[in-house]
């Protein structure tokens, strides 16, 4: 267990685990706020943002990508705004409707532009990669304190650590901002706060961290953590303090369970091969939301206890 | 252009022509089926039924393989698709039924797990011995290259069978998707009927997993409607404009693809869509952006030329440019700013009905028909001719005035 895991399993863990918790953070406000599936169209959107950013710089990038990603996240939501407006249509339409078109325009650009040469693909994007970001020049636990060692960290592992912890600490900076404006936004106005500015700033967090957790772990962990833990912790409790605590623990422990089962469950089972880490995890966190769903000490509706 | 004709025309091959016929049936059912979806404002239920084929996929080719079949009946894996999607959108009823979270947050939630799963078992799938040459991961993003006849016909048979069903089911589903309440009250089972609608975007969807994909099959449901709601204001017409959209979305787009090479077909068709909906968006005729600025302007230079005018009849000053520049263009005043002959008249009539209105509200406490007024509505359309008739004999003065001059 010692250095093979710090070799093969330590880094794309821990890399797991940061992507986990930096969406789920933000996932807990977009759920209250009914913009669950902002984060759906966000992490659609990424795809057109990256290839165009590809397209510009020719080089696969971290920076370049970023701001693509963003840029292209920040004009999908002007663009549902616009439609919902200008069109008065739905907001499930108009986000259907632009995030669909945005990435088909995605994958359309990509197969005219010639990205055989890079890591560039679909299939790439909506899955990931967290088993190849394995951490080579460790031998064991004692390779934390080599800095030769530590130099040749997959450079996923940083970035996502950094977007982490800022995403924690805009939550606790904007804490009372965000908290009144979720849950009385007329309030929150008479007070004069900034409420489409905290709103704008949300979903360009979500963003931000869609965007660098896409990068090393693919779109559909991020969907998942976007949505799953902080549903699940809705389940659990009353209070938002609590509620986020508790998204964190399942964003943690989803990772570090889906990551296990994908690498050494089909060892258990008897099978040679492991299986995708990324949809494991998300299948972690849909059974700990299904379990949440069923035994949730608060998964009613308040006054629909006598229904069930 | 000669290769797009070609493939309009259906003459750019045999199986170019089978994807262009299978992709226009395919979106004009989408359409259709999607447009009650869209009235009851449930959009985004589709993206959840479209992920959650892919598990099925997945789990029919490994059922098949181990029953020793080829694995690739299309058939058999559209069908392991249809059942793990009607696990999902139970699982998201439920979700939103039964617990406290929102409709969207089980979408959401059922999306990426059920995807998530799908994905675990594609890499089942890549690790079995026959599983290399699976291209299952072709139903994320469709593909129609060297599509079977036998597949065009699955698709075709099943965007026949979706159409008619809807065409079957149109009343008590637009019912549903007006005023789902109403229809219970008129005996309608209401979930029956919803069970009904999904399970039609669900076939719609599992047909169009082969042409377009599972990611990008939700635009055909719901960029069509979007864009028929925009031509008419009537539920039957939505559905057909909408199925119609949808049919031309996917010949164009399939034609457009078999015409040079690198343009995938699902996207393809999708951004076709997309392109028709932003030319309604600009130019329909009523709920238009075009439409909508026009009659701003118009309302704009009634109400100006009406202050204008009252301005006149009062002999004031009129210092607004737009004020100015209407009733100039109107010759209803010279380029001076003084009132030409028909600028009077017009001015008179509007102070005169100015005070009949005033009267009108004195004697009718009827709100209806004195609430009409906002200034621009003549007064004519709101009242008959003797009734008016009354208003002049109660203001009484403009004949006494008339004969004293």
Redesign the interface.
């Known amino acids: 267990m010692g250095s093979e895991f710090v070799m093969f399993s330590l880094t794309p863990m821990l890399i797991g685990v940061f992507a986990s918790v930096a969406c789920a953070l933000p996932g807990n406000f977009l759920?209250l706020r009914?913009?669950?599936?902002i984060?759906?169209a966000i992490s659609?959107v990424v795809l057109p943002g990256i290839v165009v950013a590809f397209l510009l710089t020719g080089v696969v990038a971290a920076l370049p990508m970023l701001l693509g990603a963003a840029g292209a996240a920040v004009l999908a939501v002007i663009l549902i705004e616009a439609?919902k407006r200008?069109?008065?249509?739905?907001p499930?339409?108009?986000?259907?409707?632009t995030f669909?078109?945005l990435?088909?325009?995605g994958?359309?650009l990509l197969?005219?532009s010639d990205t055989s040469s890079v890591h560039l693909d679909?299939?790439h994007a909506?899955?990931g990669n967290l088993e190849s970001l394995v951490w080579l020049r460790a031998t064991d636990w004692s390779s934390l304190m080599d800095p030769w060692a530590l130099a040749g960290l997959p450079e996923e592992l940083p970035r996502i650590a950094v977007v982490c912890f800022a995403v924690i600490l805009l939550t606790l900076v904007f804490w009372r901002w965000l908290k009144i404006s979720t849950f009385d936004e007329g309030f929150a106005q008479a007070l004069g706060l900034p409420v489409g500015m905290i709103g704008m700033g949300l979903v360009i967090t979500a963003a931000v961290a869609a965007v660098a957790a896409f990068d090393a772990v693919g779109s559909?962990?991020v969907?998942?953590m976007?949505?799953?833990p902080p549903?699940a912790a809705?389940?659990m409790t009353n209070g938002l303090e609590r509620q986020v605590l508790w998204s964190v623990l399942f964003a943690v422990v989803s990772a570090v369970a889906g990551y296990v089962l994908?690498g050494y469950g089909?060892l258990w089972l008897g099978?040679?091969?492991?299986?995708?880490a990324?949809?494991?995890?998300?299948?972690v966190?849909?059974a700990i939301?299904a379990l949440a769903?069923l035994f949730?000490p608060?998964?009613?509706?308040?006054g629909?206890q006598a229904e069930? | 252009m000669t290769p797009l004709i070609e493939a309009l025309l259906l003459q750019a091959g045999y199986n170019a022509a089978l994807v262009a016929v299978g992709a226009t049936l395919l979106g004009f059912a989408a359409g259709a089926a999607g447009t009650f979806l869209f009235l009851r404002k449930r959009a985004l239920v589709s993206d959840a039924v479209a992920h959650a084929t892919l598990p099925g996929v997945g789990l029919a080719f490994i059922i098949m393989v181990s029953f020793g079949g080829d694995g690739r009946n299309l058939l058999g894996l559209l069908l392991g698709s249809a059942v793990t999607a009607g696990i999902g959108l139970l699982a998201v009823e439920w979700m939103a039924r039964r617990t406290r979270l929102a409709e969207d947050a089980a979408i959401g939630a059922v999306l990426s797990v059920f995807f998530g799963f799908g994905i675990v078992i594609l890499t089942v799938i890549q690790t079995m011995g026959s599983g290399r040459q699976a291209g299952l991961e072709s139903f994320l993003l469709g593909s129609t290259a060297g599509m079977l006849f036998q597949d065009a016909v699955v698709i075709a048979v099943g965007g026949s069978l979706a159409v008619l069903a809807t065409w079957i089911m149109r009343r008590p589903m637009t019912l549903v998707a007006f005023d789902a309440e109403y229809a219970a009250a008129n005996g309608v089972n209401v979930p029956a009927v919803d069970r009904l609608m999904m399970g039609l975007v669900m076939a719609v969807t599992v047909i169009g997993l082969k042409i377009v994909g599972l990611i990008l099959i939700v635009a055909l449901l719901i960029i069509p409607p979007v864009t028929a709601r925009f031509w008419t204001e009537r539920s039957n017409a939505v559905i057909w404009y909408a199925g119609a959209l949808g049919g031309l979305s996917g010949y164009l787009g399939a034609a457009l693809s078999a015409s040079a090479p690198d343009l995938p077909t699902g996207p393809i068709i999708v951004l076709v869509s997309a392109t028709l909906f932003l030319v309604s968006l600009l130019f329909a005729p009523v709920r238009g952006l075009a439409a909508a600025v026009l009659r701003h302007r118009r309302f704009q230079r009634r109400v100006h030329r009406r202050q204008g005018l009252l301005a006149l009849s009062r002999s004031e000053p009129i210092h607004d440019e737009l004020t100015l520049r209407v009733l100039r263009a109107e010759a209803l005043i010279r380029a001076d700013g003084v009132a030409t002959e028909t600028g009077r008249a017009q001015a008179a009539k509007i102070a005169r009905d100015e005070r009949r209105w005033d009267v009108a509200r004195e004697i009718h406490q009827d709100t209806g028909l004195t609430g009409r007024y906002d200034g621009l509505t003549p007064i004519e359309q709101v009242f008959a001719p003797d009734e008016i008739a009354e208003f002049d004999r109660r203001i009484g003065g403009p004949r006494a005035v008339a004969g004293g001059v």
């Open positions: 759920i009914r913009q669950a599936l984060g759906d659609h439609i200008l069109g008065r249509i739905e499930g339409a108009a986000m259907g409707v669909t078109t990435f088909a325009g994958v359309l197969e005219q679909v299939e909506l899955m559909i962990i969907i998942a976007f949505i799953c549903a809705r389940l994908a089909p099978a040679e091969d492991a299986v995708s990324a949809g494991m995890i998300a299948t966190s849909g939301l769903c949730g608060h998964r009613s509706r308040v629909a069930a």
